[in-house]
């Protein structure tokens, strides 16, 4: 597996080595050792989800103000623009943001750890989007920060074609200067 860093250092990109022929592939997604040495910290995983979204779905920013999750996100089926924005007050990349494609051809994986808040969009017909936690869903905690807030100034690739979906959740979350911070 190869890790790449992203313009906030605790967010980071992996690439899993994918092994293919005319049979089809093998890749493993997860390991352990692996990822805690690439990721330099002891991470353990207490719940996977998977979500399924059309195309223009547009689900974030969330995060959990206690029990905050770490998330290795990835998709296994389409394309999605994924996004991380840095929660944690006292963080030099405060308020930034680091935003990815991610592909089922790609098998590319997308680290998020706790502290940060998290969204994706979905750019492909329909998307399958799996992700591993490091705390379990606590919904009195969870926290919405608006999709398109100024100060964040998230560059989705949104265009007349592709108009974002959105939940009642997400239409009605908080500017970022009035969320809770970590």
């Given at each position: 597996?190869?890790?790449?860093?992203?313009?906030?250092?605790?967010?980071?990109?992996?690439?899993p080595?994918k092994?293919?022929?005319?049979?089809g592939?093998?890749?493993?997604?997860?390991?352990k050792?692996?990822?805690?040495d690439?990721?330099?910290?002891?991470?353990?995983?207490?719940?996977?989800?998977?979500?399924?979204?059309?195309?223009?779905?547009?689900?974030?920013?969330?995060?959990?103000?206690?029990?905050?999750?770490?998330?290795?996100?990835?998709?296994?089926?389409g394309?999605?623009?994924?996004?991380?924005?840095?929660?944690?007050?006292?963080?030099?990349?405060?308020?930034q943001?680091?935003g990815?494609?991610?592909?089922?051809?790609?098998?590319?994986?997308?680290w998020?750890?706790?502290?940060?808040?998290?969204?994706?969009?979905?750019l492909?017909?329909?998307?399958d989007?799996?992700y591993?936690?490091?705390n379990?869903?606590?919904?009195?905690?969870?926290?919405?920060?608006l999709?398109n807030?100024?100060?964040?100034?998230?560059?989705w690739?949104?265009?007349?074609?592709?108009?974002?979906?959105?939940s009642?959740?997400?239409?009605?979350?908080v500017?970022?200067?009035?969320?809770?911070?970590?």
């Open positions: 597996m190869q890790v790449f860093n992203t313009n906030l250092p605790d967010v980071k990109l992996l690439k080595k092994f293919g022929d005319e049979r592939f093998f890749l493993e997604s997860y390991n050792k692996v990822f805690d690439l990721i330099g910290m002891n991470v353990d995983f207490v719940q996977d989800n998977h979500s399924r979204s059309s195309k223009g779905v547009l689900r974030g920013l969330h995060y959990q103000i206690r029990q905050p999750q770490g998330k290795l996100v990835r998709v296994t089926a394309k999605v623009y994924d996004v991380a924005v840095d929660m944690r007050r006292d963080s030099p990349s405060f308020g943001w680091a990815t494609i991610l592909t089922a051809e790609g098998q590319e994986q997308f998020v750890p706790e502290g940060f808040a998290h969204g994706f969009l979905v492909s017909d329909t998307a989007f799996l591993k936690t490091t379990y869903y606590a919904p009195e905690h969870d926290r919405s920060v999709w807030d100024k100060t964040i100034g998230i560059e690739p949104i265009s007349d074609s592709l108009q974002p979906t959105l009642d959740k997400d239409r009605n979350a500017e970022f200067n009035q969320a809770d911070y970590f």
